[in-house]
């Protein structure tokens, strides 16, 4: 298990409710499953122990897609508000940064694909990695959903976090809020936005289902009682970043602290204080240079405790 102290929280698992309907093309079901794999990138991996370091150039949860005429494959990243992808407009040396086994995106050759006049997209990650270029308008197809003429960044300009070579994936479909989509003069929805509202509940709705098998799903539309026991409970989000932000959540007693709901991130980070208290319970904790913990698995781990409030 891989443990960052930092003040915040990236979880693998979530059950949501927020966002108002957007104005997007009406989609003709009421809801839909999309199958998710997990995937550790090879790159990510450490030597040592074989846990997965909280890398955004690949790995985590991923689903399959078709952009255009394209297959390619996604991280689902509720920690962002872009769907961008890899494409044959970015430079040939980043082209073969790209580790994914298939072909890149080319919009030149979609009939679908159109450029958005002054439109762009610009995206900086907290491990130093980054993508930019023009947003077009483009044919979506996740799982048995299309979406037509959605906007999405076609990447020109891809810089990968500095310890990575290459990326496995073709980019992110971000599954945050609006208030955080990266294109500019306007703002574009999220993927999230239209599929939330597919079931017409009262509050749109999206639930991710990570299993450590390495298979899950994401449903949108809906939630699914069999996957979870007791009441779902409303817990307030703060999108005013447009990030999942829970502003009151605690952890082993510490006081409230703000959590974000990232299943782009592969570790867990906590305030210092929390994590220590938590690990002084586990036998073999240790924290490396880097101020990461590990603790190996055979040894059990000790209650692991969160509580999450409206104030």
Known sequence: MHFNSMASLGLLATAVRALPRPETPTIQKRSTRLQAKRYHSS???NARDGSSGNYFNGG???LTAQIGPTNVTLNIDTGSSDLWVAS???PSSQQSQIQTGHSLYDPTSSSTAHQQSGSTFNIDYADGSSSSGPSYTENVQIGDVLIEGFSIGICTSLTLNPSQTSRDTDGPVGLAFQYGNSA???QQPTFAEPLMNLGGTSGAMFATHFKP???GSILFGAGDSSLYTGQLVSVA???STGAWNVPQMSVQSSLPIGMI?????LSMTLPANALENYLAGVDGAAQDATASWYYPLRNGTAGFAARFSNG
């Open 60 to 62: 985590g949860w991923l």
């Open 88 to 90: 044959t407009l970015m």
């Open 213 to 215: 098998e390495d298979t």
């Open 237 to 239: 989000i703060d999108n």
């Open 261 to 265: 709901a990232d299943t782009g991130a």
């Open 184 to 186: 500019r003069p306007t």
């Open 43 to 45: 790159s990510s991996l």
